[in-house]
C-alpha cells in the first residue's frame, strides 16, 4: 500500500480559549515571549496596546475579545503575524501554535454558523473543529472599525 504525501498539508493554529484558529499558509508567525505590553489610551477595544520589538512598535490584537467578546484574564501568549499584504501585527492567543497534519479530508470546508466575516469556514481535525480563519479580512475589518 502506498501513501501519498500530497495528500497531507501541515499547516499551525493558535488557540483563544477553546478555538482553535488556523492560520493560512501564506503567514508568517513567530512567537513571542516575555514582552512587555504597553497600554494605549483611548485604543479601539480590539487593541490590547503596543509592543517594543527590534526597534519596532507593533499593535497587539486582543483575539480574546475580538472572538469571544471578552478580554484575557491571565497574560496571554504573543503572536507575531505577517500577513503578505499588510504590515506585522501581534496577536494574543493561549500557548504555542500548533502544528497539524491535515487530511484531503480534513481540508474540505464545511459551513459554519453564527461565524465572524473573518471566517468563511470551519474544517474538522480529528473530531476538533477548527475555524479556518482569513486574518487578511480581519485585518481589513479592524482597519475601517479603527475609529469606534
Not at 501519498?4 to 488557540?15: D, K
Not at 514582552?35 to 503596543?50: I, K
Request: charged share 15%; glycine share 8%.
Amino acid at each position: 500500500m502506498q501513501t501519498s504525501s500530497a495528500a497531507v498539508a501541515n499547516r499551525f493554529c493558535y488557540y483563544i480559549g477553546a478555538h482553535a484558529v488556523l492560520l493560512e499558509t501564506d503567514i508568517r508567525a513567530e512567537v513571542l515571549s516575555g514582552q512587555t505590553m504597553y497600554p494605549v489610551p483611548f485604543a479601539p477595544t480590539w487593541c490590547a496596546g503596543l509592543i517594543s520589538l527590534r526597534g519596532e512598535l507593533y499593535p497587539i490584537i486582543d483575539m480574546h475579545h475580538v472572538l469571544q467578546g471578552q478580554s484575557f484574564n491571565k497574560t496571554p501568549q504573543l503572536l507575531l503575524i505577517q500577513h503578505p499584504r499588510f504590515p506585522p501585527i501581534a496577536l494574543t492567543c493561549d500557548g504555542y501554535p500548533r502544528q497539524l497534519k491535515l487530511s484531503q479530508d480534513a481540508l474540505e470546508a464545511q459551513a459554519g454558523e453564527n461565524l465572524p466575516g473573518w471566517i468563511p469556514h470551519t474544517l474538522t481535525h480529528e473530531g476538533s473543529r477548527l475555524l479556518a480563519a482569513d486574518h487578511g479580512r480581519l485585518l481589513r475589518h479592524l482597519q475601517r472599525t479603527q475609529g469606534s
